[in-house]
């Protein structure tokens, strides 16, 4: 069992920045990728990024590029990530959770979320 939990989330203007943390318990965090995943009102949830066990690889959806960074510190059971010049379609709730790839069906745990507003 893994639990996870966000935070970090808030409202902000764009061109702002906010860091999202994931606090995870239960299994040994650094044995395991970890992804972020995002879903706006009445959309499916997207892929934004993920992690390898050991942080050496990361991925990102297109629409984070250049604008978001995904890191984990395994001494502190914490995932994190780190957007930047953040637009209005950046809006949703993001979660993290625990798998690999950017199909939500193969992540397994999944924290409750956590709700970044950009206002334009």
């Known amino acids: 069992q893994v639990q996870l939990v966000e935070s970090g989330g808030g409202l902000v203007q764009a061109g702002g920045s906010l860091r999202l943390s994931c606090a995870a318990s239960g299994r040994t965090f650094s044995t395991y990728a970890m992804g972020w995943f995002r879903q706006a009102p009445g959309k499916e949830r997207e892929f934004v990024s993920a992690?390898?066990?050991?942080?050496?690889?990361?991925y990102y959806a297109d629409s984070a590029k250049g604008r978001f960074t995904i890191s984990r510190d395994n001494t502190k059971n914490t995932l994190y990530l780190q957007m930047n010049n953040l637009k209005p379609e950046d809006t949703a709730v993001y979660y993290c959770a625990q798998g690999s790839g950017p199909i939500p069906s193969r992540y397994d745990y999944w924290g409750p979320g956590t709700q970044v507003t950009v206002s334009s």
């Open positions: 992690i390898t066990w050991s942080g050496y690889n990361t």
